[in-house]
């Protein structure tokens, strides 16, 4: 799935390399300006902006406490009795007699914590191995390109495992917990952005202004710093708003292999959903709160995600 | 009687107007040339007689609504920055789709009334096309060889080494050596010069009474392109089908046009046999183009007079002349309504006429 | 052509070798070494130091990886840890039922996608467009284990139209030929056999399909909508060609060539679906068989999957590129 959109995302590095004007930024208030008009965006930036909302001041408007087990006597599992939406509990009770309504919304925040974490991680690790490779092989000489070739195809050899796979054979290394799965999710992003970066920064190498610059006589370090980076991180923009759906929903897997929280306790849709799979036939609310969710919110983000990808793609805007 | 006769064509891309109500014939065996800058609507025309324009709504292209209840009166002279050509440069690929009306009679059946599948049997056939970028106007992963055999197929009903041997042979026609091998071949291993030639045979695979030429040397060297113009002059006279020419090369116009007809945001603005019109230029778009081109016949000092302004600085036709804001000649009755086209063999739609001549 | 494999086959063993580096290293940083993961929690020190000395963890770390490297080149990944019996054995063994799940949803993907993508193609600006795809859109974003799960509550278990768990009835008397049991049913001619695995198919098959029809459905859209306005279209066109030559033969063979790409990076991320969807439906693939291992940190076993899929992923990825060649005359020609 990623990688389907990385072939969208290498057109999108062409066009923005190409399209960039004298002023730094303009291409982006265009794009905000076109963003404006799609009822895609803004589709994805409402449920984005409610999503936040809910997880900055959820915890403070959570009606009971998500973990205590207040109704507990009222959940006989064995007979499949599980209390549903009634007024004191909008969404019914949990397996453990917890209120499903505020476990819901206080696991908004840890739901967006695990996505936003995993995705800085892969963000931050993969723009510094795509950056110093695309340098490198820049601006490196001879050296600089084995180096950038040595750490391009370390990538491709990562890009070559599926991203589940290497969330799971980190995930063997941390043993089980939040932390983990963030990280997990993280690492398997970092082939990606790094891609990314590189074919980005490299476009922008060749463009005329670098030259311009080049020929003036501006260091390459301040070219690379000043120039080059700011106006690569386009594409890697976009795609982040994109993994930070498949975060949500590859942490959401992990959970479900076990990889996630072991404590029953904490509220976090991915832990929730995975937890509730055991009385799927029974309670299937139990699941589809967190699902729906989950579902809601990434497509929040990868409406939002695709938005932005549309209207930077001056080939698709054309099409208009 | 014409082969071709042209009468009244509209074609309007949602609210711009690209073609707006253009008139010209082709005969038997004539070579006519269409000429204009790029977004003239001289492309749209042919792509509309081809029935290839993308289908818009329905709804037919109409005369525009008077002025009066268009657009504020006095409003003559300024330019109005809606460029109606903008979308038709890239060959109609706008989304809403064109709508088309009046009528280009070929040989008795106007083509614009006919079905899809009516049209379908007869392009290729009866009237058959070149286009002006080569690479990009044959299939890529098709070997040239079946994009030949294919119009046999569908139209001949040749099949197998019956088709094989035609292609090869409409190869030979058009001067492309080893025939037999360059059939198997794709198109990026062909020269540009060689794929025009390609594309040229396919076009006159089935015979075709009309050939239309759309920019067909615009993508060429020089050296290819006077090639490629003898291949069409010589198809011409020898299989004595009817070519429509369309160009912004004056000089391709003087090389290969029996008539000419000089069209302008949308209109024919002049139109004439071709020894006429280079000697007597009429309409000061004419004359414009005429001025725009290097002459050997002039001193080398000689500076070249171009056209000022674009054809995006355009007023709307039945306001008055759409060339008024780029004219030098330009005078109050220029916008005092639609110009007539007037005269029958030499005709021209300027009411200075008589002053610039 | 030649060339252009030989240089392919050779990148592909500098990929893998970069990747038993990286299992290599994992395996070693794995908590505890690997060892711990061989012995029960209470084994004594010295059982500790014999395993050591067995598996050559006191010898040089270059000598342990050409250990390791020989042990993989030989297929030798160990034993489970939860079933004691060899790890290629149990991979090989449900490899077959892994394969034929993962050709249904692709078989499903494609056969859906391509369609359903041209149209929304074709009709592009309607309902029909919308409709493709936000559904498309949608089908990235549910979990797919969910779905599974879903799926099966709903078709299994309340209307009870299809089968819950497994690959045949229990019971059933079938004839293996090559572990593909639909095919298996087909060739030996037990009709009844074949229905019956395709019945227990379906439900798997489309949960672990909704994110490459979701994807196919995408690519193919974007693709044809840029080549139905290429000038080649238009010339197709202007020969007067049936709309059928002109959808087959100028614009399809052409949009193909981002969709096969596609095509063969998904199948690698089909297996880790797989991984999530057997699992729902105890299906008996590699699938299952790694969720056990993942649930019961069999580490020797997963190392031994990663290294498969990994494989098997390289290898389609060089499938796909000469495919490639064969779709493109001028990737061929380049070599």
């Given at each position: 799935m990623t990688i389907a959109k990385i072939e969208k995302l290498d057109r999108l590095i062409e066009a923005t390399a190409t399209a960039r004007d004298a002023k730094t930024g303009s291409l982006w208030r265009q794009s905000i300006r076109r963003m404006r008009r799609s009822p895609m965006a803004i589709t994805g930036a409402i449920i984005v902006g409610l999503f936040v909302l809910v997880a900055v001041v959820g915890p403070w408007v959570a009606p009971y406490d998500p973990t205590a087990q207040t109704w507990g006597r009222e959940v006989f599992l064995n007979r499949n009795i599980f209390p549903g939406p009634r007024p004191e509990n909008w969404f019914g009770l949990d397996h453990?007699?917890?209120?499903?309504?505020?476990?819901?919304?206080?696991?908004?925040?840890?739901?967006?914590?695990?996505?936003?974490?995993?995705?800085?991680?892969?963000?931050?690790?993969?723009a510094c191995i795509g950056g110093v490779a695309a340098a490198a092989g820049t601006f490196g000489g001879r050296w600089g390109e084995r180096v950038e070739a040595v750490i391009m195809r370390s990538v491709d050899v990562a890009l070559a495992i599926p991203m589940l796979l290497l969330a799971l054979s980190v995930a063997a290394l941390l043993g089980p917990s939040l932390r983990t799965v963030m990280i997990a999710v993280g690492v398997a992003q970092i082939p990606i952005f790094a891609r990314l970066l590189r074919g980005s920064m490299l476009a922008q190498?060749?463009?005329?202004?670098?030259?311009?610059?080049?020929?003036?006589?501006?260091?390459?370090?301040?070219?690379?710093?000043?120039?080059?980076?700011?106006?690569?991180?386009?594409?890697?923009i976009v795609q982040a708003t994109l993994v930070l759906a498949t975060a949500i929903i590859e942490a959401a897997a992990l959970s479900y292999l076990g990889l996630g929280n072991p404590d029953p306790g904490s509220a976090e849709?991915?832990?929730?959903?995975?937890?509730?799979?055991?009385?799927?036939?029974?309670?299937?609310?139990?699941?589809?709160?967190?699902?729906?969710?989950?579902?809601?919110?990434?497509?929040?983000?990868?409406?939002?995600?695709?938005?932005?990808?549309?209207?930077?793609?001056?080939?698709?805007?054309r099409q208009e | 009687m014409a082969l071709l006769e042209v009468e009244d064509l509209r074609v309007a891309f949602g609210a711009s107007t690209a073609v707006d109500g253009v008139s010209f014939s082709v005969a038997e065996g004539q070579v006519v040339g269409l000429v204009g800058e790029s977004g003239c609507g001289k492309s749209v025309t042919s792509l509309a007689i081809m029935g290839l324009l993308p289908k818009g709504r329905g709804r037919r292209a109409r005369r525009p609504v008077p002025a009066a209840a268009a657009e504020p009166v006095g409003s003559g002279l300024k330019a109005t920055t809606a460029a109606p050509q903008s979308i038709t440069a890239s060959g109609g690929r706008s989304r809403g789709g064109a709508d088309v009306d009046g009528?280009?009679?070929?040989?008795?059946?106007?083509?614009?009334?006919?079905?899809?599948?009516?049209?379908?049997?007869?392009?290729?056939?009866?009237?058959?096309?070149v286009f002006q970028d080569p690479l990009s106007s044959l299939n890529p992963v098709v070997p040239i060889g079946r994009q030949i055999t294919e119009v046999l197929e569908r139209h001949r009903g040749l099949k197998g080494d019956k088709a094989s041997k035609e292609a090869a042979h409409l190869l030979d026609r058009v001067g492309i050596p080893d025939p037999a091998r360059r059939l198997k071949e794709y198109p990026h291993q062909l020269s540009g010069g060689m794929r025009q030639r390609v594309l040229i045979a396919i076009a006159v695979?089935?015979?075709?009474?009309?050939?239309?030429?759309?920019?067909?040397?615009?993508?060429?060297?020089?050296?290819?392109?006077?090639?490629?113009?003898?291949?069409?002059?010589d198809l011409v006279e020898t299989e004595g089908t009817a070519l429509l020419m369309i160009t912004h090369d004056l000089g391709v116009v003087a090389g290969i046009c029996d008539e000419v007809n000089v069209l302008y945001s949308g209109r024919v603005v002049e139109s004439a046999p071709v020894r006429e019109l280079f000697a007597r230029p009429t309409h000061p778009y004419t004359i414009g183009l005429l001025g725009s081109i290097p002459r050997l016949d002039l001193p080398i000092h000689e500076p070249l007079t171009p056209i000022r302004g674009s054809i995006a600085d355009v007023i709307r036709w039945h306001d008055g002349c759409a060339f008024a804001p780029r004219c030098d000649r330009v005078a109050a009755s220029c916008v005092e309504g639609e110009p007539a086209l007037v005269g029958a063999v030499h005709a021209h739609r300027c009411v200075m006429a008589e002053e610039v001549a | 052509m030649l060339r252009y494999t030989v240089k392919r086959l050779l990148q592909l063993s500098v990929a893998l070798l970069g990747l038993s580096l990286l299992l290599f290293a994992w395996f070693k940083a794995l908590p505890g070494g690997p060892e711990n993961r061989l012995l029960p929690e209470n084994a004594t020190d010295s059982q500790r130091e014999a395993l050591r000395a067995a598996l050559g963890l006191d010898e040089p770390v270059w000598t342990q990886y050409g250990e390791f490297l020989g042990r993989i080149v030989r297929l030798d990944f160990g034993s489970s840890l939860s079933s004691g019996r060899p790890i290629a054995t149990e991979l090989a063994e449900r490899l077959p039922a892994t394969v034929e799940l993962s050709l249904a949803a692709m078989l499903i993907a494609v056969g859906l996608g391509i369609p359903l993508g041209y149209l929304a193609a074709k009709r592009r600006g309607t309902w029909l467009d919308f409709g493709t795809v936000s559904g498309s859109l949608l089908g990235t974003c549910i979990p797919i284990f969910f779905l599974a799960a879903m799926l099966k509550v709903v078709f299994a278990q309340e209307l009870g139209w299809l089968p819950t768990t497994f690959r045949l009835t229990a019971g059933a008397d079938f004839t293996d030929v090559t572990g593909l049991r639909v095919l298996d049913g087909i060739i030996t001619g037990e009709f009844d056999i074949a229905w019956d695995a395709v019945k227990h198919l379906?439900?798997?098959?489309?949960?672990?399909?909704?994110?490459?029809?979701?994807?196919?459905?995408?690519?193919?859209?974007?693709?044809?909508?840029?080549?139905?306005?290429?000038?080649?279209?238009?010339t197709a066109d202007a020969k007067g060609l049936k709309p059928s030559t002109v959808r087959g033969r100028h614009v399809m063979r052409n949009a193909m060539l981002p969709i096969a790409t596609i095509i063969g990076l998904l199948l690698g991320s089909l297996f880790a679906g797989a991984v999530l969807t057997e699992s729902v439906f105890a299906f008996g693939g590699i699938g299952s068989f790694v969720y056990q291992a993942?649930?019961?940190?069999?580490?020797?076993?997963?190392?031994?999957?990663?290294?498969?899929?990994?494989?098997?992923?390289?290898?389609?990825?060089?499938?796909?590129?000469?495919?490639?060649?064969?779709?493109?005359?001028?990737?061929?020609?380049r070599k």
């Amino acid at each position: 799935m990623t990688i389907a959109k990385i072939e969208k995302l290498d057109r999108l590095i062409e066009a923005t390399a190409t399209a960039r004007d004298a002023k730094t930024g303009s291409l982006w208030r265009q794009s905000i300006r076109r963003m404006r008009r799609s009822p895609m965006a803004i589709t994805g930036a409402i449920i984005v902006g409610l999503f936040v909302l809910v997880a900055v001041v959820g915890p403070w408007v959570a009606p009971y406490d998500p973990t205590a087990q207040t109704w507990g006597r009222e959940v006989f599992l064995n007979r499949n009795i599980f209390p549903g939406p009634r007024p004191e509990n909008w969404f019914g009770l949990d397996h453990l007699g917890r209120d499903m309504f505020s476990r819901m919304i206080v696991g908004a925040r840890q739901t967006l914590l695990v996505g936003v974490v995993a995705t800085f991680i892969g963000f931050i690790a993969g723009a510094c191995i795509g950056g110093v490779a695309a340098a490198a092989g820049t601006f490196g000489g001879r050296w600089g390109e084995r180096v950038e070739a040595v750490i391009m195809r370390s990538v491709d050899v990562a890009l070559a495992i599926p991203m589940l796979l290497l969330a799971l054979s980190v995930a063997a290394l941390l043993g089980p917990s939040l932390r983990t799965v963030m990280i997990a999710v993280g690492v398997a992003q970092i082939p990606i952005f790094a891609r990314l970066l590189r074919g980005s920064m490299l476009a922008q190498a060749h463009s005329d202004y670098v030259l311009a610059a080049i020929a003036i006589g501006v260091p390459k370090g301040r070219i690379v710093v000043s120039h080059i980076l700011p106006n690569s991180l386009g594409p890697v923009i976009v795609q982040a708003t994109l993994v930070l759906a498949t975060a949500i929903i590859e942490a959401a897997a992990l959970s479900y292999l076990g990889l996630g929280n072991p404590d029953p306790g904490s509220a976090e849709w991915g832990t929730m959903l995975a937890d509730a799979q055991r009385f799927l036939s029974g309670a299937p609310q139990l699941a589809i709160y967190p699902a729906v969710g989950i579902i809601v919110t990434a497509l929040g983000f990868t409406l939002l995600g695709e938005a932005m990808r549309e209207s930077l793609d001056p080939r698709l805007r054309r099409q208009e | 009687m014409a082969l071709l006769e042209v009468e009244d064509l509209r074609v309007a891309f949602g609210a711009s107007t690209a073609v707006d109500g253009v008139s010209f014939s082709v005969a038997e065996g004539q070579v006519v040339g269409l000429v204009g800058e790029s977004g003239c609507g001289k492309s749209v025309t042919s792509l509309a007689i081809m029935g290839l324009l993308p289908k818009g709504r329905g709804r037919r292209a109409r005369r525009p609504v008077p002025a009066a209840a268009a657009e504020p009166v006095g409003s003559g002279l300024k330019a109005t920055t809606a460029a109606p050509q903008s979308i038709t440069a890239s060959g109609g690929r706008s989304r809403g789709g064109a709508d088309v009306d009046g009528r280009a009679v070929f040989d008795g059946t106007d083509l614009l009334s006919l079905a899809p599948a009516a049209m379908r049997r007869r392009r290729g056939k009866d009237l058959a096309m070149v286009f002006q970028d080569p690479l990009s106007s044959l299939n890529p992963v098709v070997p040239i060889g079946r994009q030949i055999t294919e119009v046999l197929e569908r139209h001949r009903g040749l099949k197998g080494d019956k088709a094989s041997k035609e292609a090869a042979h409409l190869l030979d026609r058009v001067g492309i050596p080893d025939p037999a091998r360059r059939l198997k071949e794709y198109p990026h291993q062909l020269s540009g010069g060689m794929r025009q030639r390609v594309l040229i045979a396919i076009a006159v695979a089935c015979a075709p009474r009309l050939l239309i030429a759309d920019e067909p040397t615009t993508a060429l060297d020089v050296t290819i392109q006077a090639q490629i113009l003898e291949l069409l002059k010589d198809l011409v006279e020898t299989e004595g089908t009817a070519l429509l020419m369309i160009t912004h090369d004056l000089g391709v116009v003087a090389g290969i046009c029996d008539e000419v007809n000089v069209l302008y945001s949308g209109r024919v603005v002049e139109s004439a046999p071709v020894r006429e019109l280079f000697a007597r230029p009429t309409h000061p778009y004419t004359i414009g183009l005429l001025g725009s081109i290097p002459r050997l016949d002039l001193p080398i000092h000689e500076p070249l007079t171009p056209i000022r302004g674009s054809i995006a600085d355009v007023i709307r036709w039945h306001d008055g002349c759409a060339f008024a804001p780029r004219c030098d000649r330009v005078a109050a009755s220029c916008v005092e309504g639609e110009p007539a086209l007037v005269g029958a063999v030499h005709a021209h739609r300027c009411v200075m006429a008589e002053e610039v001549a | 052509m030649l060339r252009y494999t030989v240089k392919r086959l050779l990148q592909l063993s500098v990929a893998l070798l970069g990747l038993s580096l990286l299992l290599f290293a994992w395996f070693k940083a794995l908590p505890g070494g690997p060892e711990n993961r061989l012995l029960p929690e209470n084994a004594t020190d010295s059982q500790r130091e014999a395993l050591r000395a067995a598996l050559g963890l006191d010898e040089p770390v270059w000598t342990q990886y050409g250990e390791f490297l020989g042990r993989i080149v030989r297929l030798d990944f160990g034993s489970s840890l939860s079933s004691g019996r060899p790890i290629a054995t149990e991979l090989a063994e449900r490899l077959p039922a892994t394969v034929e799940l993962s050709l249904a949803a692709m078989l499903i993907a494609v056969g859906l996608g391509i369609p359903l993508g041209y149209l929304a193609a074709k009709r592009r600006g309607t309902w029909l467009d919308f409709g493709t795809v936000s559904g498309s859109l949608l089908g990235t974003c549910i979990p797919i284990f969910f779905l599974a799960a879903m799926l099966k509550v709903v078709f299994a278990q309340e209307l009870g139209w299809l089968p819950t768990t497994f690959r045949l009835t229990a019971g059933a008397d079938f004839t293996d030929v090559t572990g593909l049991r639909v095919l298996d049913g087909i060739i030996t001619g037990e009709f009844d056999i074949a229905w019956d695995a395709v019945k227990h198919l379906i439900l798997p098959a489309i949960a672990l399909s909704s994110i490459p029809l979701a994807v196919i459905v995408r690519i193919t859209r974007a693709s044809v909508l840029d080549v139905v306005g290429e000038d080649y279209v238009r010339t197709a066109d202007a020969k007067g060609l049936k709309p059928s030559t002109v959808r087959g033969r100028h614009v399809m063979r052409n949009a193909m060539l981002p969709i096969a790409t596609i095509i063969g990076l998904l199948l690698g991320s089909l297996f880790a679906g797989a991984v999530l969807t057997e699992s729902v439906f105890a299906f008996g693939g590699i699938g299952s068989f790694v969720y056990q291992a993942t649930t019961e940190r069999d580490y020797p076993a997963l190392m031994g999957f990663i290294l498969v899929i990994a494989v098997f992923y390289v290898v389609i990825n060089l499938l796909v590129d000469l495919s490639y060649g064969l779709l493109d005359p001028r990737v061929r020609v380049r070599k």
